[in-house]
């Protein structure tokens, strides 16, 4: 059983930077791929960012490469997502979520490949 529990959300203009983290307990944080979800009004959820237990291996969504970062510390039992230029269409709700993994170097995006989800936290942009 993993707890999972974000923070760093807010409103912010466009343009602007924001730093999501998600702060994890429970079993060992190491042995859990970890990915960065959101959810905006009216759309279905959808993997922004999502990291291999090593740290070695990344996932981006095509709509944030060159904008958002995924990393974790693992000293810390704790992944990040540092969004950069952020844009209006940004704006959703931002879910971390735990994927139990037996290897080291691989990564999921599907929602449905997840075992623990965060209660999310808001991400507003305004243009």
């Known amino acids: 059983q993993v707890q999972l529990v974000e923070s760093g959300g807010g409103l912010v203009q466009a343009g602007d930077s924001l730093r999501l983290s998600c702060a994890a307990s429970?079993?060992?944080?190491?042995?859990?791929?970890m990915g960065w979800f959101r959810q905006a009004p009216g759309k279905e959820r959808e993997c922004v960012a999502a990291?291999?237990?090593?740290?070695?291996?990344?996932y981006y969504t095509e709509s944030v490469k060159g904008r958002f970062i995924i990393f974790r510390d693992n000293t810390k039992n704790t992944v990040f997502l540092q969004m950069n230029s952020l844009k209006p269409e940004d704006t959703a709700v931002y879910y971390c979520?735990?994927?139990?993994?037996?290897?080291?170097?691989?990564?999921?995006?599907?929602?449905?490949?997840?075992?623990?989800w965060g209660q999310g936290t808001q991400v507003t942009v305004s243009s």
């Open positions: 979520a735990a994927d139990r993994k037996y290897g080291t170097g691989s990564v999921d995006y599907s929602p449905g490949e997840y075992d623990y």
């Open positions: 429970g079993h060992p944080f190491s042995n859990y791929a």
């Open positions: 990291i291999s237990r090593s740290g070695g291996t990344t």
